[in-house]
């Protein structure tokens, strides 16, 4: 159980496209889902938190235009890296917090995204 | 600021050995505490929570000194299918909020 879709599990796109990427809870409703951005060899990186039917919280140095995030509903939020350049390659994966504590969070399986 | 921290790695060791990794951790009022793993590629997978008096899951032992603001993993009679990255996570508040996570401790077993 608590398990988060993401897709797509990899991409590759053009410099200056757009790419969405979807998470979906498929049997618990996420209230809270956390986008973090991991580069090789460097740990995970917070970029937002999203909650259902509000605004994103992005951290410091995340560009909240670049980065759209939606969490339109309990089961799904998305990632939107617009104009995408080089520099935007990394593996972004979402999480979303379960009820149960001692398990924690729960990840996707992540999206490798390649921009040329 | 509120950071973790990790030795990198890689440690190589062989079949059957038992290897130990440490994590540290800035903020005193921290909550909880999660141990990961990462295989190349791929999402981190929990692997355990920490409690504070210590916990154990087969191979597998986790250590909190709160006092030192670490955390620690301990893996028995390692496996080839142990070689992954072990990360160390750290929940800062009582609610939900997000995990700040090390940069992983890359293990490599041998044959």
């Known amino acids: 159980g608590a398990v988060v879709s993401q897709h797509p599990s990899w991409v590759i796109c053009k410099s200056g496209t757009s790419v969405k990427i979807e998470c979906r809870s498929l049997?618990?409703?996420?209230?809270?889902m956390f986008w973090y951005r991991q580069f090789p060899k460097q740990s995970l990186m917070l970029m937002a938190t999203s909650n259902e039917g509000s605004k994103a919280t992005y951290e410091q140095g995340v560009e909240k235009d670049k980065f759209l995030i939606n969490h339109a509903s309990l089961t799904l939020s998305t990632l939107t890296v617009t104009s995408a350049h080089p520099e935007d390659s990394s593996f972004y994966i979402c999480?979303?917090?379960?009820?149960?504590?001692?398990?924690?969070?729960?990840f996707g399986s992540g999206t490798r995204l390649t921009v040329v | 600021r509120k950071e973790v921290e990790q030795d990198p790695g890689p440690f190589n060791v062989p079949e059957g050995a038992t290897v130990a990794f440490n994590c540290t951790y800035s903020n005193s009022a921290s909550q909880s505490f999660f141990w990961y793993r990462q295989d190349c590629r791929k999402e981190p997978k929990l692997l355990m929570s920490?409690?504070?008096s210590g916990n154990e899951d087969g191979r597998f032992t986790a250590q909190l000194n709160r006092a030192s603001q670490y955390i620690s993993l301990l893996i028995r009679d390692s496996k080839l299918s142990d070689s992954a990255t072990y990360l160390c996570?750290?929940?800062?508040?009582?609610?939900?909020?997000?995990?700040?996570f090390g940069k992983g401790t890359m293990l490599l077993v041998s044959p």
């Open positions: 996570a750290v929940n800062w508040a009582s609610g939900y909020s997000t995990l700040t």
């Open positions: 920490v409690y504070s």
């Open positions: 999480s979303a917090a379960l009820k149960d504590r001692v398990k924690g969070y729960t």
């Open positions: 049997d618990f409703q996420a209230t809270t």
